[in-house]
Antibody, heavy 117, light 110 residues
């Protein structure tokens, strides 16, 4: 079945780095733009980053621009988010999601990132 | 990239109808028919309920409907059921490959 499975979350000190992964299965990964969306505890959803289907175009929310890098390996059906210079306000559940019909139709279960000293 | 504005909470009794509003600006909701709505139960991932303002994905009940007027989009749930109790988020395309979500609305079924 169509599935996205995130991994790589954990507890990290401010200023350190973390890399999230999202393994896709059950669909033709290379044909879809892929996104990262996060949700701080008890808060709303926030769009973080997007990569086009072939990885040639990438866009970021102002809150993470210059610190986070989205990438993908279409040979491995995997999406990544490299997070550098982490801040306490980056603490959130990070979801990967697929865009279809200009909406996010498939979501992973999320991976928790906690930035704390 | 300011969040869209949603009421913090709404409530209704089983069988009733409720409407959740989502107010943006002329740069997002007002400019594009690319508003979507998501349902999220506690501890779960969001689920797509409405896309492109009014369209329902396969498998979503026709009790859910969407609309838009100017800078405000709305989600209506008719025939409220206990399982509809959840958080609901709107989302809009905001141009230049960016997207903006609403702050979320907690629906309580009384």
């Amino acid at each position: 079945q169509v599935q996205l499975v995130e991994s790589g979350g954990g507890v990290v000190q401010p200023g350190r780095s973390l890399r999230l992964s999202c393994a896709a299965s059950g669909f033709t990964f290379i044909t879809y733009a892929m996104y990262w969306v996060r949700q701080a505890p008890g808060k709303g959803l926030e769009w973080v980053a997007v990569t086009s289907n072939d990885g040639s175009n990438k866009y970021y929310a102002d809150s993470v621009k210059g610190r986070f890098t989205i990438s993908r390996d279409n040979s491995k059906n995997t999406l990544y988010l490299q997070m550098n210079s982490l801040r306490p306000e980056d603490t959130a559940v990070y979801y990967c999601t697929r865009k279809e019909h200009d909406a996010f139709d498939i979501w992973g279960q999320g991976t928790m990132v906690t930035v704390s000293s | 990239q300011s969040a869209l504005t949603q009421p913090a909470s709404v409530s209704g009794s089983p069988g009733q109808s409720i409407t959740i509003s989502c107010t943006g600006t002329s740069s997002d909701v007002g400019s594009y028919n690319l508003v979507s709505w998501y349902q999220q139960h506690p501890g779960k991932a969001p689920k797509l309920m409405i896309y492109e303002v009014t369209k329902r994905p396969s498998g979503v009940s026709n009790r859910f409907s969407g609309s838009k007027s100017g800078n405000t989009a709305s989600l209506t749930i008719s025939g409220l059921q206990a399982d509809d109790e959840a958080d609901y988020f709107c989302c809009s395309y905001a141009g230049s490959s960016t997207w903006v979500f609403g702050g979320g609305t907690k629906l309580t079924v009384l």
